[in-house]
């Protein structure tokens, strides 16, 4: 593909880009190709993909045997619903429930993270109520600075203003809940002071609210959009043990955190927590086709077990949930997976990259904070010396200058107006050290070039 994507007489307004204000006329990148960690622009620059596109290209670009796994399934069957499920969806499902943490044995498939999270609500409300007929369970716990998606459903448990105030009202029934921001919110504290604090306000609000009202608490085991925020240990078995006390599902929003991203197949095992519900997507299929899934554990879809009279069946249909080229697809990218080891790869790189990240902080005060898991990193940017953000103006200057030095990485924008100071890093899992170097590398070029400027 050729550069003229992108002609000086190209209006900039007819393609309505997210998160993009059209206003300031700005050019956009124009990627036309990538391989490996890699990806080329319209005018033929390469970069690092320091974010794995959004957090979702777990094995990287140009598979092969990915497109050759979608291609002959679309030659063979391009389409059936679940109702009469393909060959795929099936093996898809077995595979899944094989690796998932074990308890969770029912999986649906989706099209979106946003569509497993409003999957994961209405299969936890619905499930409550006909375990709990004489209550009404409908509410659900949720994070601020959590975030579940764009869809209304999904952007209700969000708690990020930024997504949220231009179009609200959202659907009743949410309440938030701090998030386990030790550095922010509990500075001087240890983890397991923080996790006191944490626990007993949930607690609180469980009784405040009623736990005969509350259905579910959803939360990322890892906050990724909201910036990248890395509880307490001790935190989600103790958050995990609160909801048995009362009953309350545990759904966990594993979206970005599935798949090798932190290290383990699934971000909860990094503290053994097996949710009743989770959610997942991104690395499911490393992005090669749209594709999600729910899974659920046995007492969940026992919920939904009865007479055809009772009317107690899961009565929703995606037309595209399941479809057979993205499950074809997500199998192939689950076998690539396995087969290259790249959730241990995730956890030794990931340990390289932390490593250089926590020198970058020691280093220069601009960083005042470094957290993650794997191939999971925050770089919280502060004015030196305490916790004020680094304005919005400078952050961005940060990531113009990695992006003109070649390296892509993201930040958490649009989320709460004053907190968009952390740079998010989460590279394809197939990185190497090499690679990690350089993104290191370039990162603290990138940071010393705005800090000198002030
Ligand atoms: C944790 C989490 N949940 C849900 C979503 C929504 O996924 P999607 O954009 O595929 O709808 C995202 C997207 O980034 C996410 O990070």
């Known amino acids: 593909m050729s550069g003229n994507m992108v002609r000086p007489d190209w209006d900039l307004d007819v393609l309505w880009r997210p998160l993009t204000q059209h206003a300031s006329q700005q050019r956009p990148l124009v990627i036309v190709s990538g391989k490996g960690v890699r990806v080329v622009d319209s005018a033929g620059r390469e970069y690092i993909d320091a974010m794995a596109g959004i957090w979702c290209v777990n094995v990287g670009y140009g598979e092969e045997r990915i497109v050759r796994a979608a291609a002959e399934q679309m030659l063979r069957l391009p389409y059936t619903p679940l ?22 044995r029912h999986v649906q498939f989706l099209n979106s993270g946003s569509e497993a999270v409003e999957d994961a609500l209405r299969v936890a409300r619905q499930a409550q109520r006909q375990r709990h007929p004489r209550e009404n369970r409908s509410k659900v716990i949720a994070r601020y600075r959590g975030y579940h998606g764009w869809t209304l459903g999904a952007l209700g448990a969000t708690g990020q203003v ?10 009743p029934g ?50 990724g959009g909201g910036g990248v925020i890395v509880p307490p240990d001790d935190y989600w078995p103790r958050v995990r043990q609160l909801c048995d006390r009362y009953d309350i599902l ?69 037309t595209f949930g ?29 340990a390289l ?6 020198a970058l902080r020691d280093k220069f005060p601009l960083i005042g904070d470094v957290r993650g898991k794997g191939l999971m990193w925050g770089v919280e940017l502060v004015l ?62 990138a940071v010393q070039a705005v800090q000198g400027q002030r």
């Open 174 to 223: 949410y309440v938030h809940i701090s998030p386990p921001d030790t550095f922010r919110l509990f500075a001087g504290l240890s983890p397991s002071e923080a996790t006191d604090r944490l626990l007993a306000e949930l607690e609180q609000t469980i009784e405040f609210e009623g736990p005969s009202t509350i259905a579910a608490m959803i939360g990322e085991p890892i906050i």
């Open 353 to 358: 990259f932390g490593a250089g990240l926590r």
């Open 83 to 104: 109702t009469r499920p393909s060959p795929p969806a099936l093996r898809l499902a077995e595979r899944l429930v094989g690796l998932l943490p074990a308890g969770l």
């Open 384 to 445: 030196p010396g305490g916790l004020e953000p680094l304005p919005a103006a400078k952050v961005n200057q940060v990531l113009a200058e990695l992006q003109k030095r070649g390296v892509l990485a993201g930040k958490n924008s649009s989320t709460v107006p004053r907190l968009e100071n952390v740079l998010t890093f989460a590279p394809p899992l197939i990185v190497k050290s090499e690679e990690i170097d350089q993104i290191v590398g370039t990162l603290g070029e």
């Open 250 to 318: 545990l759904i966990f929003d594993e979206v970005i955190t599935g798949f090798g991203r932190t290290g383990t197949w699934f971000g909860g095992q990094n503290w053994g927590v097996t949710p009743d519900i989770m959610t997942m997507a991104k690395g499911l299929s490393s992005g090669y086709m749209p594709l999600a899934a729910m899974a659920a554990s046995d007492a969940v879809f026992d919920a939904f077990k009865g007479q055809p009279a009772d009317g107690v069946e899961y009565a929703q249909i995606s």
């Open 322 to 350: 399941g479809h057979p080229v993205a499950c074809a697809a997500g199998l192939e990218n689950l076998r690539l997976l396995a087969e290259l080891n790249l959730v241990d790869n995730a956890a030794q790189m990931g």
């Open 162 to 171: 930024g997504r949220k105030e231009r179009v609200e009202p959202l659907l």
